[in-house]
T-cell receptor, first 112, second 112 residues
Framework: RKEVEQDPGPFNVPEGATVAFNCTYSNSASQSFFWYRQDCRKEPKLLMSVYSSGNEDGRFTAQLNRASQYISLLIRDSKLSDSATYLCVVGDSGGSNYKLTFGKGTLLTVNP | GAGVSQSPSNKVTEKGKDVELRCDPISGHTALYWYRQSLGQGLEFLIYFQGNSAPDKSGLPSDRFSAERTGGSVSTLTIQRTQQEDSAVYLC??????????FGPGTRLTVL
């Protein structure tokens, strides 16, 4: 089983649509969770952290279900500028080390 | 302030040659990571430096790969006797807060 698994898409949605991405992770002891976004031929950038209680940042809502080892990202009222690859990321620490494991990403295209 | 910078932005080399890639992290960031990303693939962890601790080299694919970080700041990734399968984008990231990684623009390496 892959450490972090995402539906690769692509997702093609019209402007204004609501779209949801899902992600599962294999290590039940993982401690922290994030969504990063990567534009075409650019570097990844942190979009938001994911908290157990769920969190919202404007049009973006992230949720975590530790029991199911499942993370989600919901984008409401999607904009053309939301077109990107969305990376599900899981953080694990061991001793003084801290590492992120990245999913392969889900490609989103928002169409006019 | 200045972000993470990497040089060169592009490197074309011949099979069997050595290459050296450079990363300048954000000033004050104690953690530095190297990843590589092949076309259509996710980020593959290579190596991690944290402060003065011994680096975590668990992601290096072979002994042809090595990295160092001098003075807790600049890092160089060296690939000896390059092979065609080494062709990828090599990304460096620095971090002060676990999970919040800031990426450089990457070095696109092409091995002919």
């Amino acid at each position: 089983r892959k450490e972090v698994e995402q539906d690769p898409g692509p997702f093609n949605v019209p402007e204004g649509a609501t779209v949801a991405f899902n992600c599962t992770y294999s290590n039940s002891a993982s401690q922290s969770f994030f969504w990063y976004r990567q534009d075409c031929r650019k570097e990844p950038k942190l979009l938001m952290s994911v908290y157990s209680s769920g969190n919202e940042d404007g049009r973006f809502t992230a949720q975590l279900n530790r029991a199911s080892q499942y993370i989600s990202l919901l984008i409401r009222d999607s904009k053309l500028s939301d077109s990107a690859t969305y990376l599900c990321v899981v953080g694990d620490s061991g001793g003084s080390n801290y590492k992120l494991t990245f999913g392969k990403g889900t490609l989103l295209t928002v169409n006019p | 302030g200045a972000g993470v910078s990497q040089s060169p932005s592009n490197k074309v080399t011949e099979k069997g040659k050595d290459v050296e890639l450079r990363c300048d992290p954000i000033s004050g960031h104690t953690a530095l990571y190297w990843y590589r990303q092949s076309l259509g693939q996710g980020l593959e962890f290579l190596i991690y430096f944290q402060g003065n601790s011994a680096p975590d080299k668990s992601g290096l694919p072979s002994d042809r790969f090595s990295a160092e970080r001098t003075g807790g700041s600049v890092s160089t990734l060296t690939i000896q006797r390059t092979q065609q399968e080494d062709s990828a984008v090599y990304l460096c990231a620095s971090s002060l807060v676990p999970g919040e990684q800031f990426f450089g623009p990457g070095t696109r390496l092409t091995v002919l």
